[in-house]
DNA sequence: TAGATTGTTAATCGATTAACAATC
DNA sequence: TAGATTGTTAATCGATTAACAATC
């Protein structure tokens, strides 16, 4: 089960692959070519047909993909085609907002828990889900089966929560604290990091005029 | 002004570079050598100085890097010597998030407008930024010198919006809106495609495993 | 001065692109 | 069948790592 390990930057294209699958089916497109996607995707040809080949064969020679099939098989592959219970610890506006975005359950992401240290926010519901106190997520997470936790969470709490969401079990962290947590290698970090992403934009501006001169 | 290309890699690098020596000041950590700082951030040392040689030579033979000297360096290339007008377009819980994220103002980054579509909203304020109608963006960009927008509003509205601003003088875009902004070349796009991040999380989720047996 | 560590060149590794034979 | 386009190998390009002379 183990064959040639898929390069980070192959993991990361994938998603962007699917949602303009996605929205070709929208548009009723029943096959494209890798011509053709390169072209509306701003990528090489190339680059598409050697992705998709790392994990099999999707299309036909002398047709191209058929885009609902394609489709399909890279929500498979991108572990779509199931659910996953998530928490999110912090309720602040961050985390209210990630409970609110419905494009996640689309996807098979189910928001089942939402905690906050806060007393005062214990009881408020979001779509449904009620804000619990931080102390009973301990006794959640043991009895819900939780594969994710969103952590919208001050910086400093973050490693401490992370270390005993996967003491408990949980094995995906998607973390928005603006820290690294060093868990063991077998868990699954994500990190969203928004103040670097906002810094490479201040990068850019500083630096994109002079580009036109090149 | 225009020295040899700076990969799109070390870019990515600097902000977390940046982040680290952040926290050795905070430790009063007053100098560091690639080395240990390599260690720390589990990446080679030479990557470390590598990467600062793109930019000059900050460190001192024998000695290493002195950290305050090197984040504030680090500091100016991202372009943190200086402060940017943001304003925020779609006032939802994600909106709200980042208008309420006081550490970007730390950087810099000072919402200056945010904006809604929806006149419900309009009135209320938001760490004493009020919520306008989306038709007052136009003057208000004009009139304000805004240099980002952050785009938090639904997909279908992101290209005309964008394209909106742009043509109003923004120049920099942080785009939350899950979809591609095709913009002129010399508009920096950062997108923030928080889908794409989840579903990076159940990929590995499900390919994590074995990696135990490699 | 001797020791430490940078700045930088050279070697290696990996990812992207190009090319084309296979085949639908 | 002829044309189109994949799957895949080979060539190129770029990024990372290693090595070491320069020097503080």
Redesign the interface.
Known sequence: ??EK??SLAV??R???Y??YLGELMENDVVRISSKELSERMKVTASQIRQDLNNFGGFGQQGYGYNVEYLYTEIGK????DRR?NVVIVGA???G???A??T??EK???MVTGLFDVNPRLIGMTIRGIEVRLVDELEEFVKSHNV??AALTLPKAKAPGVAADLVKWGV??I?NFA?TDLNLP????V?N???????????????????????
């Open positions: 089960m183990n390990e898929i993991i990361k994938l998603p962007r699917y949602r592959i991108l572990g779509l996953y602040g506006n961050l209210q907002a990630l609110n975005y494009d996640f996807r098979g992401f594969d994710i094995r995906g998607w603006p290698s077998d868990i699954v994500e969203v990091h928004l103040a670097e992403s906002l810094m490479r934009v201040s990068y850019n501006l500083k630096n994109r005029e002079w580009e036109h001169e090149i």
